[in-house]
């Protein structure tokens, strides 16, 4: 894998939503399928923790990877998981409840303003 990529594996949710606004990274929301209903980042890509193994596929092998989950708990399993893969991977610090509070948005499938559950 190339690339310029974060020297770090955990990053602020705010610059987690630069990141992804700007093209530099693939957001991965690994919460439950109710988490996300309720809510969740524009950009991101829904791979539930339990799925991550047998979709692996899916994931970019050339693009930096952020994952989230509610808290930053799960996403730092799965950040460690794919980090040992050698997927350009960092865990987004604090999760979606960081990412709301940085005044990021949160929305519901039909672009409606979600919450974070």
């Not at 310029?4 to 955990?10: A, G, K, T």
């Not at 630069?18 to 309720?38: I, T, Y």
């Not at 339990?50 to 989950?69: A, G, T």
């Amino acid at each position: 894998m190339s690339g310029s990529y974060l020297s770090e594996d955990e990053v602020s949710a705010a610059r987690a939503h630069e990141l992804v606004e700007s093209g530099s990274a693939w957001l991965l929301d690994v919460r439950e399928a109710h988490e996300w209903e309720a809510g969740h980042a524009p950009a991101a890509h829904h791979i539930p923790l339990y799925e991550i193994e047998s979709r692996q596929h899916e994931l970019p092998e050339d693009q930096q990877i952020l994952v989230v989950c509610l808290s930053g708990g799960r996403s730092r399993l799965v950040t460690d998981a794919l980090n040992r893969a050698d997927y350009p991977t960092a865990n987004v610090a604090g999760g979606m409840f960081a990412w709301q509070a940085s005044g990021a948005p949160v929305v519901r499938d039909d672009g409606s303003p979600g919450a974070v559950a």
